[in-house]
């Protein structure tokens, strides 16, 4: 038995035109999926197969936690995913791809699904993954604020976290350039 068998669903063998299917992803799904972005978690994955004529309309609900990398500190947090995902399948004459339709070999009739929960997982994970404020590595959070001028909780940047260099005092009573006032008299025209 491969690694993968358990998510493939016969659509060719399908009596009923509806069909339901409970699956479970965890560690050694991530493991074997080899994928970036998620090694560990578990996640429940409710997948309703609708037949229509010529198409079968694959819809899953995934369910669970997968563990990532903070941002900040990359220690492992906890990640909550609640997300929706369709999938259309046509049977054909070879492997491909039409538009947003997936075509697998008529004589095959099976599709393995567990590619597509990884994408959906993967696509579920937010661009920024940080710890709550306050949850953060205290070790690594100590070394990143001698880096930086802003503190470590502080999420937007925002006028008053700009970087300044010297008195800002100064450059009031700095004589301008010519070059510049030109420029200005151009502006307010």
């Given at each position: 038995m491969g690694k993968f068998d358990s998510y493939k669903i016969d659509?060719?063998?399908?009596?009923?035109?509806?069909?339901?299917?409970?699956?479970?992803?965890?560690?050694?799904f991530f493991a074997h999926i080899d994928g970036p972005e998620v090694q560990k978690g578990k996640v429940q994955v409710a997948l309703d197969v609708h037949r229509s004529v010529d198409v079968y309309e694959l819809s899953f609900v995934l369910d669970g936690v997968v563990k990532v990398s903070c941002?900040?500190?990359?220690?492992?947090?906890?990640?909550?995913?609640?997300?929706?995902?369709?999938?259309?399948?046509?049977?054909?004459?070879?492997y491909g791809e039409q538009g947003d339709v997936v075509i697998i070999p008529e004589m095959e009739g099976v599709i393995n699904v567990a590619w597509y929960i990884y994408e959906f997982i993967a696509l579920a994970i937010p661009m920024k993954h940080v710890h709550a404020p306050g949850k953060c590595n205290k070790e690594m959070s100590g070394k990143l604020s001698k880096?930086?001028?802003?503190?470590?909780?502080?999420?937007?940047?925002?006028?008053?976290?700009?970087i300044t260099f010297g008195d800002e005092s100064d450059e009031a009573d700095a004589p301008i350039d010519p070059r510049w006032e030109g420029l200005k008299k151009i502006i307010n025209n």
């Open positions: 659509l060719r063998g399908m009596k009923e035109v509806n069909a339901s299917y409970d699956l479970s992803v965890d560690n050694e941002d900040r500190c990359l220690d492992e947090m906890d990640l909550d995913i609640h997300t929706k995902g369709q999938l259309q399948v046509k049977l054909g004459a070879d880096h930086l001028l802003r503190s470590a909780d502080e999420d937007e940047f925002d006028d008053s976290d700009a």
